[in-house]
């Protein structure tokens, strides 16, 4: 752990400088669907936080549940302010007119989820989606100009970068990311990272200072079922456990995903 804070201190300041020359065209403000409030940082469990800028989300893959089959007021009744749906190039106009549609009418904000080599940023930007780029990789920095490059065809709307968990993988480069990115999503999936909710609060307090910086930039990615190598979903208590973690450090979560999921709402 003493390792990883001086590796992460030296980032920072590596980002520090970073943010005082990047030009201010590659974090111009999304529009208002953007968490601008201050992160809560009390030490108690706060479920009223969703009205107050907290991103409470939800990956949605529509392959295994179709957005029809979906009850968005359901989802809203239990706190989801955002869906990330994940979409192709061939079939992201059909789905996502369909799910902001269904999204829009109960208040819910709609996320494009997509993965590198993805076209059409700038046509699901001007549909008034933001759009949430996957990238899984060991090699960040080779990703930059792709990320930059989405980062400008999203512009007026929010754009998230999703990644591995810095520390418990390796290396994501976050000083180079944070400037290029409204949010940035570590998939903190303690089940396939051998960790538990001690070592998910130690990840999120190392990595608060960006939220300092840059307020709300990261949101919790987090697994509603038990790993990869077991998809029995986790108990409604455990995700709230998880939640609560997180929750003093972080602008918000994302959970992975619906269809696999016991979450039933904050106010347990």
């Known amino acids: 752990m003493v390792r990883i804070k001086y590796k992460w201190i030296s980032s920072f300041l590596i980002s520090y400088i970073l943010i005082l020359s990047l030009n201010s065209g ?3 403000a999304a529009d208002n669907s953007m968490n601008t409030q201050p992160i809560n940082t009390a030490n108690t469990w706060n479920a009223t936080l969703v009205g107050n800028g907290f991103t409470l989300g939800y990956f949605i893959n529509p392959k295994v549940t179709p957005i029809s089959e979906i009850d968005f007021n359901t989802l809203k009744k239990v706190g989801i302010t955002d869906i990330y749906v994940l979409v192709s ?11 902001k549609s ?31 780029l996957d990238v899984e990789t060991y090699d960040m920095p080779s990703y930059i100009p792709q990320i930059q490059a989405m980062r400008l065809a999203t512009q007026g709307v929010t754009f998230s970068v999703c990644i591995k968990p810095e520390g418990w993988d390796d290396e994501q480069y976050l000083y180079l990311l ?19 909710v001690s070592g998910l609060t130690s990840w999120v ?30 108990r409604e208590n455990t ?17 992975f995903r619906y269809g696999l999921s016991n979450f039933n ?3 347990q």
């Open 26 to 28: 590659f974090v111009a």
């Open 89 to 99: 190039d061939d079939n992201y106009l059909s789905v996502l007119s369909e799910a």
């Open 239 to 255: 995700i709230l456990a998880e939640i609560k973690a997180v929750q003093p450090y972080t602008g918000g979560v994302i959970l």
């Open 102 to 132: 269904k999204a829009d009418a109960v208040g819910i904000r709609t996320n494009a989820w997509v993965f590198p080599g993805f076209s059409y940023a700038s046509q699901v930007a001007n549909m008034k989606i933001g759009v949430l």
């Open 265 to 267: 709402g904050l106010n």
């Open 178 to 196: 944070a400037p290029l990115c409204d949010h940035i999503v570590p998939m903190l999936y303690i089940g396939d990272y051998q960790q538990d």
């Open 205 to 234: 307090k190392i990595y608060s200072i960006y939220n300092t910086i840059y307020p709300g930039k990261i949101i919790a990615g987090l697994e509603t079922y038990e790993s990869d190598q077991n998809i029995t979903p986790k």
